[in-house]
T-cell receptor, first 115, second 110 residues
């Protein structure tokens, strides 16, 4: 149980284009989803927290107009990287949980490469 | 700001030996802790968790110890196997968010 599916697993896009990443909880309802970013050989950095039906809460330094998050249902959250640039190239990972103080369940990440 | 950190970036262990991975945290508001394992190119995989009202919790081949006095967390892996080679992260939960430490890369020698 507690499976989180993330799609696509990798994407290459041209500078200036937008990319959408989907995150789905397959067998549970996630009241909260989290989006992380990870650079090579580094830890996971929280980008934003998304609650179903409300606006996402972004961490300090994360541009909300660049990283658009939508959490339209209890099983789906999307992250759209708008006007992507090479410095946005990274590994983006979503996670979901049912309630606070319970484990986050992670997707397998999306490798974004902006050329 | 306060953050979770790990003492050692790498750990090399002989197959069959026990592994101990350490983690220091500084946020006194943290009330829940999790250990994750991450293999290359994949998302983190849950290993074990512990709440702040406990000091020890055991799973299958793994034990987590929590020392709130010195804000220290450790993960013990018994009889380490080649499949245990990965990066291990401790994470702390505070203010409804989960923050990750720097990670320890564990390499198992045959």
């Amino acid at each position: 149980g507690a499976v989180v599916s993330q799609h696509p697993s990798w994407v290459i896009c041209k500078s200036g284009t937008s990319v959408k990443i989907e995150c789905r909880s397959l067998d549970f309802q996630a009241t909260t989803m989290f989006w992380y970013r990870q650079f090579p050989k580094q830890s996971l950095m929280l980008m934003a927290t998304s609650n179903e039906g409300s606006k996402a809460t972004y961490e300090q330094g994360v541009e909300k107009d660049k990283f658009l998050i939508n959490h339209a249902s209890l099983t789906l959250s999307t992250l759209t990287v708008t006007s992507a640039h090479p410095e946005d190239s990274s590994f983006y990972i979503c996670s979901a949980r049912v309630r606070d103080r319970e484990p986050l369940h992670f997707g397998n990440g999306t490798r974004l490469t902006v050329t | 700001g306060e953050s979770v950190g790990l003492h050692l970036p790498t750990l090399s262990v002989q197959e069959g030996d026990n592994s101990i991975i350490n983690c220091a945290y500084s946020n006194s508001a943290s009330d829940y802790f999790i250990w994750y394992k991450q293999e290359s190119g994949k998302g983190p995989q849950f290993i074990i968790d512990i709440r702040s009202n406990m000091d020890k919790r055991q799973g299958q081949r793994v034990t987590v110890l929590l020392n709130k006095t010195v804000k220290h967390l450790s993960l013990q892996i018994a009889a380490t196997q080649p499949g245990d080679s990965a990066v291990y992260f401790c994470a702390e939960n505070a203010y409804y968010k989960l923050s990750f430490g720097a990670g320890t890369t564990v390499t198992v020698r045959a």
